[in-house]
């Protein structure tokens, strides 16, 4: 419990970022197009964001609703914006593919992966969505850079998911459960004293850092309530 946790924001302009970093987050995730629950984000915004904000930033590589990569074309398209973004500066992203079945995309996800040469990434929800978790973690696991799962435990959030997460939090350090847990999907300030208990450190809040919702901006006094309670 003395370590410090990270809070990560989700942003998607300069204001968002200025507003979360004031409030105390540690880390933005990148994205456009919240009704599309995150895509990657035009260069120009990135850069913009980078040159307002001294925290890390993690960019979304997101082409389309759901957890599908595409066509081989929209693969293509993804690698060519991941290729711009680390021109531009980004050094840490956002994956996570399936295929129709629910296992792993790893054919989308190596070509990623294979292009953002070792910088680090986060798993996205999609593990809440895979069949089989552990199969997922352990077909992951060797991937350069991957240092984090965001997720809720179950699609549904983190009601519904809240033990499965104290059992891989449990489970650290062993195949497959390498990466840092980042809770969130449904995430609420309740949650927090049973997760930190368990030994997670880690999370993600979008809407929760938006009192007026998703066409208002972030409130830093939103985070900054958050980053109390986790420091408390």
Same mark, same amino acid.
């Given at each position: 419990?003395?370590?410090?946790? &990270?809070l ?15 409030? @105390?987050?540690?880390r933005?995730e990148l &994205? ?8 990657? =984000? ?16 993690r960019v979304?590589?997101?082409s $389309?609703?759901?957890?599908a990569?595409?066509? =081989? ?6 690698v060519?914006d991941?290729?711009?973004?680390? $021109? ?9 593919f ?15 992966? $294979? ?9 996205h929800?999609?593990?809440d969505?895979?069949t ?9 696991a060797d991937? =350069? ?21 104290? $059992? ?7 195949p ?16 927090? =004293? ?5 030994g ?6 979008? @809407?929760?850092a ?12 939103a &985070?900054g ?8």
């Amino acid at each position: 419990m003395s370590e410090r946790a &990270v809070l990560e924001v989700i942003a998607l302009n300069v204001e968002d970022a200025v507003a979360a970093q004031s409030g @105390g987050a540690d880390r933005l995730e990148l &994205v456009t197009d919240m009704s599309a629950d995150g895509l990657t =984000p035009p260069v120009e915004i990135f850069a913009a964001i980078r040159a307002a904000v001294n925290i890390p930033l993690r960019v979304m590589l997101r082409s $389309a609703d759901g957890f599908a990569a595409g066509t =081989p074309a929209e693969v293509d398209a993804l690698v060519a914006d991941a290729r711009a973004l680390r $021109a531009a500066g980004a050094e840490e992203f956002v994956i996570g593919f399936l295929d129709p079945d629910g296992t792993v995309d790893l054919v989308a996800v190596e070509r990623l992966v $294979a292009e953002l040469d070792g910088c680090r990434w986060t798993f996205h929800r999609a593990i809440d969505r895979a069949t089989d978790r552990d199969a997922a973690r352990k077909q992951l696991a060797d991937l =350069p850079g991957l240092d984090t799962y965001l997720t809720a435990g179950a699609a549904e959030g983190v009601d519904a998911g809240l033990e499965t997460l104290l $059992a891989e939090a449990g489970r650290a350090g062993s195949p497959g459960y390498g990466a840092e847990i980042l809770v969130g999907g449904g995430l609420r300030l309740d949650h927090l =004293p049973v997760l930190r208990a368990g030994g997670i450190n880690a999370f993600h809040i979008g @809407g929760a850092a938006r009192p007026e919702g998703w066409a208002k901006p972030v409130s830093a006094d939103a &985070v900054g309530e958050w980053r109390a309670v986790l420091d408390a």
